[in-house]
């Protein structure tokens, strides 16, 4: 079966500074993996997403994600933080071939201090 | 513009009383999904449909239900069956076939659903 772990339940950030969220996933073959965003009482809007090809995979509002097979791990990445991107950030996995749902971690509350 | 629609966006629950929350695509996608959100615990999937007059239970099935009589829509029962019933639901849909299998799922804004 697979599975989603997101480690950090809340992560606290200046406006500015770099941001890296993790996430560890299992799955048994190789996996389709997503980086979703929400904000308080919306739906979720796709970040990037990552099926094969460059490990390093860049998505909108300057995300970016690294794939690393060895560790399992998909951590999204942003260089310099601002205050919009306070929200909540869920990971993903796919690619059960019977019904193609996602699995999702249970997500990381990111808050922005001025 | 293409998207998802989801209504109402607040709904309440008498106890012993089923609620039906819609879901609505213009995107031509064959798959819909429905998911619960719960705080902390990320979202689990309720129902899947793959293509019209066919669904399958998800993940925490017991308490709901779905049709799907039409490729556009996807609607979800919540019955009293459900004892606790409080939570956001999300609908999705994407793309399927030959040439789509990795495509993403795309999100509707949400129900939340409380008891009265």
């Known amino acids: 079966a697979q599975s989603v772990t997101q480690p950090d339940i809340h992560i606290t950030v200046s406006e500015g500074a770099s941001l890296e969220l993790r996430c560890n996933y299992s799955?048994?073959?190789?996996?389709?993996l997503f980086w979703y965003v929400q904000s308080p009482g919306q739906g979720l809007q796709l970040l990037l997403k990552?099926?094969?090809?460059?490990?390093l995979v860049q998505g909108i509002k300057g995300f970016e994600a690294e794939f690393k097979r060895s560790q399992s791990s998909f951590n999204l990445r942003k260089p310099s933080v601002h205050w919009s991107d306070a929200a909540e950030y869920f990971c993903?996995?796919?690619?059960?071939?019977?019904?193609?749902?996602?699995?999702f971690g249970s997500g990381t509350r990111l808050q922005v201090q001025p | 513009d293409g998207g998802i629609t989801q209504s109402p966006k607040y709904l309440f629950r008498k106890e012993g009383q089923n609620v039906t929350l819609s879901c609505e695509q213009n995107?031509?996608?064959?798959?819909m999904y429905w998911y619960r959100q719960d705080p902390g615990q990320g979202l689990r999937l309720i129902y899947y449909?793959?293509?019209?007059?066919?669904?399958q239970k998800g993940d925490i099935a017991e308490g709901y239900s779905v049709s799907r009589e039409k490729k556009e829509s996807f609607p979800l029962t919540v019955t009293s069956a459900q004892k606790n019933p409080t939570a956001f639901y999300l609908c999705?849909?994407?793309?399927?076939?030959?040439?789509?299998?990795?495509?993403?799922?795309?999100f509707g804004d949400g129900t939340r659903l409380s008891i009265l």
């Open positions: 999705a849909s994407r793309n399927t076939g030959q040439f789509n299998s990795n495509q993403p799922q795309h």
């Open positions: 799955y048994g073959a190789t996996p389709y």
């Open positions: 990552y099926f094969s090809g460059d490990t």
């Open positions: 993903a996995v796919g690619g059960d071939t019977g019904r193609r749902a996602l699995t």
């Open positions: 995107l031509n996608h064959d798959a």
């Open positions: 449909s793959q293509i019209v007059n066919d669904f």
